[in-house]
């Protein structure tokens, strides 16, 4: 079993920066796709960043390209995402998700594991 911990999360005026991460149980956590996917009040489960499991290969919502990176750290068992010139559209709980290597992509139902999800509210 997988267990995923977030912490980074806060409050932040627009334009400014938060670092989240995701800290991970397993020693096979580089087998893992990883994954980080948003829910505000009454939205759907949105897909925000995703690596595969070795890191080689990216991918993001169109919403934040160009102001989130995703990254990871194999010998930490860590996932982070940098989040930069934040916008009020972006207060969410961010969750961190984990998966086999097919699962890499923005869809939530091919993940297996999940944290608990950190609060991001950024205030104009």
């Known amino acids: 079993q997988l267990q995923l911990v977030e912490s980074g999360g806060g409050s932040v005026q627009a334009g400014g920066s938060l670092r989240l991460s995701c800290a991970a149980s397993a020693v096979t956590y580089r087998s893992y796709s990883m994954a980080w996917f948003r829910q505000a009040p009454g939205k759907e489960r949105e897909g925000v960043a995703s690596?595969?499991?070795?890191?080689?290969?990216?991918t993001y919502a169109d919403s934040v390209k160009g102001r989130f990176t995703i990254s990871r750290d194999n010998t930490k068992n860590t996932l982070y995402l940098q989040m930069d010139t934040l916008k009020p559209e972006d207060t969410s709980v961010y969750y961190c998700?984990?998966?086999?290597?097919?699962?890499?992509?923005?869809?939530?139902?091919?993940?297996?594991?999940w944290g608990q999800g950190t609060q991001v509210t950024v205030s104009s």
């Open positions: 998700a984990a998966g086999p290597p097919s699962s890499y992509g923005l869809v939530a139902d091919r993940y297996n594991y």
């Open positions: 690596g595969t499991n070795w890191g080689t290969g990216t």
